[in-house]
């Protein structure tokens, strides 16, 4: 890879350029970050698990129709994946109260939802990412009334296929970030799926198998993500 120029780094992911212009490399690191940026660590072994967590479910999704920038697996921690124009926009699903909207509305954490909430965040790490309505995402001319209708039907679909996938293998998808790119004007899946970005919970025993065991000082970080990887691969 390093025989590439590196495009972008980011808390979790370095970006290279490959010999083909439309195709980049994603490396995922070991790196994590929370409290946008305030708390930082190492979680032993996570680019190699994420890297694997999102090239099987980013393949599981294209299977089910729906478009992705994946390609394929380059080793143990980098993804090919197709070169987006990214949308600065994430698209949050959730299913359960946890996180920023137990913060928001005091609804206890655990509580179901009776439909899955979808929410836009403008991705901006100097304002700290901030919840965005419709109106914010066209003032800003972030993306087309269009686009973003599209992007929270997708996201909703990614939702009901991610449900089924996880509760096949007893987890419990609670909520989860995503985000769009384009190439010209087709919308496409990019960015990562993982416990960085997902909240999972064991259905049985309701424990947390996320980057909330790092959040919140839990322990267990790297068994976490490893017990997603396993059953995720099964
Ligand atoms: N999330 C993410 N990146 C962000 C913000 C949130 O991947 O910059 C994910 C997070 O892991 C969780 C979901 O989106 O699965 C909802 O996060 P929330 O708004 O509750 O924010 P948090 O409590 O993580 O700050």
Excluded at 14 to 20: I, L, N, Q, R
């Amino acid at each position: 890879m390093a025989t590439h120029d590196l495009l972008y780094e980011g808390k979790a992911k370095k970006v290279w350029g490959t010999a083909e212009p439309h195709e980049v490399a994603m490396e995922f690191k070991d790196d994590a970050t929370a409290q946008n940026g305030l708390k930082r660590g190492q979680i032993l072994d996570k680019g190699r698990v994420n890297a694997r967590v999102t090239a099987l479910l980013f393949d599981y999704l294209g299977t089910e129709g729906l478009p992705t920038h994946f390609i394929r697996q380059l080793d143990e921690r980098t993804l090919l994946v197709r070169r987006l124009g990214m949308i600065p926009l994430e698209v949050i699903v959730r299913n359960v109260v946890a996180g920023s909207l137990h913060a928001r509305t005091g609804i206890l954490e655990g509580t179901e939802l009776s439909a899955p909430l979808v929410e836009i965040y403008y991705k901006n790490d100097a304002l700290g990412d901030p919840l965005f309505n419709d109106e914010h995402v066209a003032m800003m001319d972030a993306a087309s009334p269009e686009e973003l209708s599209r992007m929270k039907d997708m996201a909703r679909s990614v939702n009901r296929h991610l449900q089924s996938f996880f509760l096949a293998r007893r987890l419990i998808l609670v909520d989860f970030k995503l985000e769009f790119g384009k190439i010209g004007s087709e919308l496409i899946l990019g960015d990562e799926i993982t416990p960085d970005t997902c909240r999972l919970w064991d259905a049985d025993t309701k424990k947390k198998l996320d980057k909330d065991r790092f959040r919140q000082d839990l322990g267990g970080v790297e068994d976490a993500y490893h017990e997603v990887l396993r059953r995720v691969e099964l």
